[in-house]
């Protein structure tokens, strides 16, 4: 396209960027899909922690297909390096939960930026065709979801119910809590995904309707803290998605969206 060709430095932006998105896909399912309960409850020992180091480490080399190695085992030594410091000496608390996420990202984002490469001399961009990158697209999309929604859950639960990471309770709250909270979540991505006034919208009818319900009631401490902090997740995690969305080679068409700066 003549847009790309006015542009050397493009080509190696889509790199990093397509690099960086196959990592986030992995950190998301490492985090949120394949780690299981006694592995997030039981970080502080060996066996566990491992574990998942492990899964860290084979879902990012799957990721990128099967492509620098070297670099993915140092990010996965970094991605230890912060989960002990998080589950032995970090209070749980938004803050924590959002210093890991943050520093994780930030790991995968200079990973991305010294080995552009990376996805595109792997075994899944070497597929002819489209089908890689529509994939790639299709997973990024998968990925906010579960990060907003999943990701949220235990974002919130570091807010309404903060103690040691050592002893995370992943089911604090009630499971129709749980499950009207994800639904909102979804709804607050999606919305953020259409653009920035439906997202409003969105989460001005949940919180009125809140504020509705629990007029002549007791709200536990927490709760509104709680929902508020569910739809900041929501907003950033769908903001990112979109962003990253945007900059896909194969989706130039996602810059004509509801954030025209981008």
Known sequence: MEFHSSCPSLPRLFNVIETFA??????????????????AQNKTALWPMSAHIAIVAVTSWTALGFSALFAVLLLSA???????????????????????Q??????????????????SNGL?????????????ALGVL????????????????HIVTPNKCTASDWRS????????ATWQRATVFLGMLIGPMACAAICAVYVT???WHDRNTDRPNGTMSGMLGSFAWAIFIGFGTHVTLSLLPT?????????PLL
Not at 142 to 157: D, K, N, P, Q
Request: hydrophobic residues 50%; positive net charge; charged residues 15%.
């Open 22 to 39: 196959a990592l986030a896909i992995a950190h998301v399912a490492s985090d949120f899909v394949f780690q299981s309960r006694w592995i």
């Open 78 to 100: 970094a991605h230890l390096a912060m989960d002990l410091l998080k589950s032995r000496h970090l209070k749980k608390s938004g803050g924590s939960f959002g210093i890991d």
């Open 102 to 119: 943050g520093f994780h990202i930030c790991c995968i984002l200079i990973f991305a930026m010294a080995q552009p490469n990376a996805w």
């Open 124 to 136: 899944w961009a070497s597929v002819p065709g489209n089908a890689p990158s529509q994939a790639l």
């Open 142 to 157: 998968a990925m906010g979801a579960i990060y907003a929604t999943r990701g949220g859950l235990f974002f919130v639960e």
């Open 173 to 180: 709250l009630n499971s129709s809590t749980h499950r009207l």
């Open 209 to 211: 309707f809140k504020l």
């Open 251 to 259: 989706l130039d068409a996602a810059r004509m969206g509801p954030y």
